[in-house]
């Protein structure tokens, strides 16, 4: 009974002691890298590297935006499989924000469910599809369906984003009109503290 006291009080000290030294190292190396990161990101060179990154990102955007579902649905399967899912999110996304602000959405759930299932499928049939000898093109009857799913994804975003935009209107009215008496009372306050402060 004593030798199993003494064993778990060794772990238990072990384990803090371990515990200790990992908070510690994890300490010691966020502040070298704080320290050491203000030093180099002034540098020319890092601002290069970064404005070079910043400028992808934003081409990749540009590029997501303006490009067609038919423009998504090309390339290799691992990236088409990414972009369907990020068409498939981003309308979720939309709509359920559009529900938790009483918008009108209609079925458009029921709708997302389904696209979530046929995303399913067709993401099945782009990774069999990666087996595919290298030499060999890709059926285009998958990446038909892949294109209509992004486009119905794409009509569906459209759509809660228009239901959330009418929804918030007259909270944006308020808004407005609440700010504009609020200036006028500021401004008429200022104009009154002026005219006592004026010398007579």
Do not use: K
């Not at 030798?3 to 009080?9: G, N, R, S, T, Y």
């Not at 992808?56 to 067609?68: I, Q, V």
Request: with cysteine; proline share 4%; net charge positive.
């Amino acid at each position: 009974m004593t030798f199993l006291v003494h064993a778990l009080a060794f772990v238990l000290i072990a384990a803090l002691v371990g515990a200790a030294g990992l908070a510690v190292a994890f300490l010691l190396a966020r502040s070298y890298v704080r320290r050491h990161w203000r030093l180099v990101r002034g540098h020319i060179v890092t601002r290069g590297v970064l404005a070079v990154l910043a400028a992808l990102a934003a081409g990749r955007e540009r590029y997501a935006s303006r490009a067609t579902p038919t423009d998504l649905s090309r390339g290799t399967s691992a990236r088409v499989r990414r972009r369907m899912w990020t068409a498939v999110e981003d309308a979720e996304i939309a709509v359920a924000h559009a529900s938790t602000h009483d918008a009108p959405v209609a079925d458009l759930p029921s709708v997302c469910r389904r696209l979530r299932a046929v995303a399913e499928d067709l993401d099945a049939l782009l990774r069999l599809e990666r087996r595919l000898p290298r030499n060999a093109a890709p059926p285009e009857s998958v990446r038909s369906r892949v294109a209509e799913v992004i486009g119905a994804a794409r009509d569906v975003q459209a759509a809660a984003l228009g239901a959330s935009g009418d929804a918030a209107q007259p909270q944006v009215r308020d808004l407005v009109r609440h700010a504009s008496e609020e200036v006028e009372l500021v401004s008429a306050a200022l104009s009154r503290l002026r005219s006592l402060s004026t010398p007579r």
